[in-house]
């Protein structure tokens, strides 16, 4: 019972719109989380609040 199946991989493309939208998507989403944790920096939601 030696079957000779071959594993093939197919190689299939992305649309570069969905590439692109993923990109966009995580850099908004890595530019929040930075937004974010600046605020735990001592005296940065004062200096907000104050001006």
């Keep these: 019972m030696n079957s000779n199946k071959t594993n ?6 992305i ?12 850099v908004t989403l ?3 989380y ?3 944790f600046e605020l735990y920096i001592p005296q940065k939601a004062e200096g907000l609040v104050n001006g």
């Excluded at 093939?8 to 493309?13: A, G, I």
């Excluded at 649309?15 to 995580?26: P, T």
């Design 15 to 26: 649309n570069i719109k969905i590439k692109l939208s993923f990109f966009w998507a995580a």
């Design 8 to 13: 093939t991989f197919e190689e299939f493309k």
């Design 30 to 32: 890595i530019y929040l």
């Design 34 to 36: 930075g937004d974010y």
